[in-house]
């Protein structure tokens, strides 16, 4: 069975660092586009960051510069670095695969993505 778990989040203050971690099982990431989200009450869901089966990666303006997407296909884990945190980045995000051929590129939408992990939240408070 498909299953993706976020790990990671939590308080912090803003101009701090996070790193979350997305394991997967019951497939590799190689073979995937793998992306983040996040969504806030009352917002729609964003797609953030993007890396695709060749490595290439994509950011949303918001945290462009800030954020770093990357995985790791031995251990089968996606990461997102989180730099310079601000209030707004407060969200729950989310993890989320979808077999390359069946991926049209950037930017991301969630209807195209098929597995989708439980979600993380992060609070940015000072």
């Known amino acids: 069975e498909v299953q993706l778990v976020e790990s990671g989040g939590g308080l912090v203050q803003p101009g701090e660092s996070m790193r979350l971690s997305c394991s997967a099982s019951?497939?590799?990431?190689?073979?995937?586009?793998m992306s983040w989200f996040r969504q806030a009450p009352g917002k729609e869901r964003e797609g953030i960051a993007t890396?695709?089966?060749?490595?290439?990666?994509s950011y949303a303006d918001s945290v462009k510069g800030r954020f770093s997407i990357s995985q790791d296909n031995a251990k089968n884990t996606l990461y997102l670095q989180m730099n310079s945190l601000k209030p707004e980045d407060t969200s729950i995000y989310y993890c989320?695969?979808?077999?390359?051929?069946?991926?049209?590129?950037?930017?991301?939408?969630?209807?195209?993505?098929?597995?989708w992990g439980q979600g993380t939240q992060v609070t940015v408070s000072s």
């Open positions: 989320a695969g979808v077999y390359r051929r069946e991926y049209c590129g950037p930017p991301p939408r969630p209807a195209d993505f098929r597995y």
């Open positions: 890396i695709d089966s060749d490595g290439s990666t």
């Open positions: 019951g497939f590799t990431f190689s073979a995937y586009a």
